[in-house]
């Protein structure tokens, strides 16, 4: 290495360096503490007590814990199938380049935009409250209107409306993908008689493939992880039907102050999301169909 | 050139750390937290503004939020040892606090005078006290009540609440009110963090917790299935609302409470909050009674006076002395008194208590009577809830009030597993 090389890298590193500091700050060192800190008794007052892995025992019989559990894998095996298949089914419809569907797309992505907000949680509420819109809707129908938010079976579905309806950023890939496929395929088909549904099933999925598992790992990821909206919307109940993971976790962190225990949870988390992700991966050779059979 | 530049850019950082050093030479700043409503941020700002004016050399910087990220805050400053000089401070806590040495005992500035108690009865100073010294001064002195609309219970013919009511005539009540009205007899007493239920264990003679915090403070599960089936039989009546109905309203501002809005005629609050509601309510004139008593021969009285909260000063404060002389302001200075206007509770000293009296508004009226009223009728103060006691709340009583209320187990069933779960957690710390 010369000289001038030499003081190349330097520069680069130094351009960087606002990236690295930050990453190690603010990301690596945190998840190290976490980690640490899983095996202590921590209520940020008092210094961390060493506990071993009394916190993992802990959740074993937590049935607040269980009841997140329950709560999260209902809404990610709910919520993420129906919105990969409703931003699916809006980017078929959208696929065809006419005047409007740039000013189409953009309205369809903007629930996307706004959709995480606290703004559209607390339009939510007011939505399915039990003097809500749905309900006075369905009033001026002659039917009487459940209490949407109070009732144990349905609290948890006015969470899924919310993330179906948020299919933005998935519809978006989906689109790209379906533009990637060659027209020259379903001409092929039609010509040998293939319809509608068949060229869907025989060409679109197979050559949509990897963009469904791009998006259905990025959705399992962002499921697990799904907050805000159970915070404001239903804070957990009732009877914990949409207390998720991250609040239960968010709740033992800043509400109780139980660090250790709740750092311990967030592990948890990384194993469980890093399972569900491998099994995308892992099964993906069954169902995704890469062009390049052997360079994949 | 490059010199040049970096040049300029080390000035800069100088000037930077300089402008923010500088000025804290020259003037004394002193950071205040507190937590509260927006009514409550309003006037203490103004009450903020009066104390700079007097003390020019010192700048304050408020900082502020609701309850919840208070402490959120608060014990994560702890943690970076960067907490404000002055910090409103809960009797839950306060204790905590003390022996973890973060809160300075204010003995030697109320001996010096610069916190001056002199018109201070000595039971309004000692639930500041921990081991025998001075941690928090009393912000105002607070009462559970039973608020109600007189207007309502008139037009159901109703005779108002006396003194020394029980739970018995509060069913009957409540009743009366849904069956005539068609509105809810009584709102909040369901969850209410188990404050109802520590007060009705109170009135039976006991209380939530034993006095070493380490165990379950009632020996007979039939206290907690009794109330839980009074629970049960006024939300079948619909007398409260159901549960249903209350978690799909979840927390509520005042401007959505029902006895607000009037769909109810009575409604569970600590005295000082009836400033917030009868504004909320439009200057409706509320009431306030006592705290039904147990329906038991002899019951005790089921109410007690609280601090409704303190102001300590932070043993990481660089001015305590300044600190102090705030505190001493909040706590005498009339002028700020007529802003405050008794909104954090009836004001300790009896000097201010005296002359803000032509400035009261009706609802700190009715809070002042019901206050002295409460006096009468109250038991010592109970000792603060042991460490734990937020998880009791939040990860046990809540879940079986809710799991109780929704018919998913019975009172007999839940009145075990509330004692399991409750002593564990206790034994734990």
Redesign the interface.
């Known amino acids: 290495m010369n000289k001038r090389e030499r003081y190349n890298n330097v520069m680069g590193y130094l351009f960087i360096s606002p990236w690295l500091i930050g990453f190690f700050i603010f990301t690596l060192f945190p998840i190290i503490a976490s980690f640490i800190l899983a095996f202590t008794r921590y209520?940020?007052?008092?210094p961390p007590r060493w506990i071993g892995i009394d916190n993992w025992f802990r959740l074993l019989e937590d049935t607040?814990y269980h009841n997140s559990l329950k709560a999260t894998f209902y809404y990610v095996f709910t919520a993420v199938p129906l919105r990969l298949i409703f931003a699916l089914l809006v980017a078929m419809l959208l696929k065809p380049s006419t005047r409007l569907a740039g000013l189409y797309r953009g309205i369809y992505y903007l629930p996307s935009l706004i959709g995480g907000s606290v703004a559209v949680a607390v339009v939510w509420?007011q939505v399915f409250?039990?003097e809500g819109l749905i309900n006075f809707i369905l009033g001026m129908m002659g039917i009487k209107g459940l209490?949407?938010?109070?009732?144990?079976s349905t609290?948890i579905w006015t969470l899924i409306i919310l993330a179906v309806w948020q299919f933005g950023s998935p519809m978006l890939i989906f689109l790209a993908g379906l533009k990637q496929i060659p027209d020259s395929l379903y001409e092929a088909a039609s010509i040998d008689g293939a319809k509608g549904w068949d060229q869907f099933i025989k060409i679109t999925l197979p050559m949509l493939s990897p963009v469904i598992l791009f998006n259905l790992i990025m959705q399992i990821i962002n499921g697990f992880m799904v907050f805000t909206q159970a915070y404001i919307i239903?804070?957990g109940?009732?009877?914990?039907t949409t207390l998720f993971y991250s609040l239960y976790l968010y709740?033992k962190a800043?509400?109780?102050?139980?660090m250790g225990y709740a750092s311990a949870m967030a592990w948890v988390l990384l194993m469980i999301i890093a399972f569900f992700t491998a099994l995308a991966f892992k099964s993906s050779r069954f169902w995704v169909y890469y062009e390049s059979e052997e360079g994949k | 050139m490059h010199k040049w530049v970096s040049g300029i850019l080390v000035l800069l950082m100088c000037l930077t750390v300089f402008s923010t050093i500088l000025p804290a030479q020259e003037k004394i700043s002193l950071r205040v937290a507190w937590w509260g409503s927006q009514d409550r941020h309003n006037r203490t700002l103004k009450a903020i503004e009066l104390f700079e004016k007097k003390y020019p050399n010192i700048k304050i910087y408020p900082e502020y939020t609701a309850w919840n990220d208070y402490w959120t805050k608060l014990n994560t400053q702890a943690a970076g040892k960067n907490l404000p000089d002055v910090i409103q401070h809960d009797y839950a806590y306060l204790s905590e606090w003390a022996t973890r040495g973060l809160v300075l005992p204010l003995d030697e500035y109320i001996s010096k005078g610069i916190i001056d108690l002199s018109s201070v009865a000595e039971n309004q100073i000692s639930p500041g006290k921990i081991g025998g010294k001075v941690y928090g001064i009393n912000l105002g002195t607070n009462s559970l009540g039973m608020l109600y609309d007189p207007e309502l219970f008139k037009k159901a013919g109703i005779p108002f609440p006396k003194v020394g009511w029980t739970w018995n005539d509060f069913r009957e009540i409540a009743t009366r009110l849904k069956n005539k009205l068609g509105i809810y007899g009584a709102e909040a007493i369901t969850k209410a963090d188990a404050q109802v239920f520590k007060v009705w264990l109170m009135s039976h003679g006991y209380w939530l917790y034993s006095e070493d915090g380490k165990s379950i403070g009632y020996k007979d599960d039939k206290l907690f299935v009794d109330w839980f089936n009074l629970l049960l039989d006024l939300q079948s009546k619909g007398a409260i609302p159901s549960i249903e109905t209350d978690i799909a309203r979840g927390t509520l501002g005042v401007e959505d409470m029902f006895i607000v809005t009037q769909k109810s005629a009575m409604g569970l609050l600590w005295s000082n909050q009836i400033v917030a509601v009868s504004k909320a309510a439009k200057e409706r004139p509320l009431r306030f009674a006592l705290m039904p008593r147990a329906p038991i021969p002899n019951a005790k009285p089921a109410n007690y006076l609280k601090a409704s909260q303190f102001f300590s000063v932070t043993s990481q404060s660089k001015h305590p002395k300044e600190a102090a002389m705030f505190i001493d302001f909040f706590t005498n200075s009339l002028e700020a008194n007529k802003v405050l206007l008794a909104e954090r509770g009836v004001p300790i000293s009896s000097k201010i208590q005296k002359s803000l009296l032509p400035f009261l508004g009706s609802s700190q009226r009715e809070m002042f009577n019901f206050v002295s009223l409460a006096e009468k009728n109250s038991l010592p103060i109970p000792p603060p809830d042991p460490p734990g006691a937020t998880d009791v709340v939040n990860n046990v009583w809540n879940p079986i009030v809710e799991q109780i209320l929704y018919g998913r187990i019975t009172p007999d069933k839940a009145a075990v597993e509330f004692r399991d779960k409750v002593t564990k957690i206790l034994q734990q710390r």
């Open positions: 209520d940020v007052l008092s607040r509420r409250g039990s209490n949407w938010l109070g009732n144990p609290a239903t804070s109940g009732p009877l914990d709740q800043f509400q109780s102050f139980e």
